[in-house]
């Protein structure tokens, strides 16, 4: 079955450092472009990082660009988040999304993990 599987989240002192890793299962991984999301208490997801099927592009939020950085290993099926520099206000679940990109609407496909809190605190 399909899976997205969210981890490294945990609890981190401000200006600390966690790598979110998300591993995938049940699709073609590298058909698919792949985001950060996130959801702190009280307001709407965020998207907070992208990257393309082929690696080619990358995005970035404003409030995390120069603090984190999305990558992915296809030969792992697996996309991380590198997040430095950490404030309490990145304080959220963080969730792992992937889409396929394909001109082909009955091919097209999204799917989400179930999430990992991050704990920005003193």
């Known amino acids: 079955q399909v899976q997205l599987v969210e981890s490294g989240g945990g609890l981190v002192q401000p200006g600390g450092s966690l790598r979110l890793s998300c591993v995938a299962s049940?699709?073609?991984?590298?058909?698919?472009?792949l985001r950060w999301y996130r959801q702190a208490p009280g307001k709407e997801r965020e998207l907070v990082a992208g990257v393309s099927s082929d690696s080619g592009g990358t995005g970035y939020a404003d409030s995390v660009k120069g603090r984190f950085t999305i990558s992915r290993d296809n030969a792992k099926n697996t996309v991380y988040l590198q997040m430095n520099s950490l404030k309490p206000e990145d304080t959220a679940v963080y969730y792992c999304?992937?889409?396929?990109?394909?001109?082909?609407?009955?091919?097209?496909?999204?799917?989400w993990g179930q999430g990992t809190q991050v704990t920005d605190s003193s």
């Open positions: 049940g699709f073609t991984f590298a058909n698919y472009a």
């Open positions: 999304n992937a889409r396929r990109e394909t001109l082909v609407a009955r091919l097209r496909r999204e799917f």
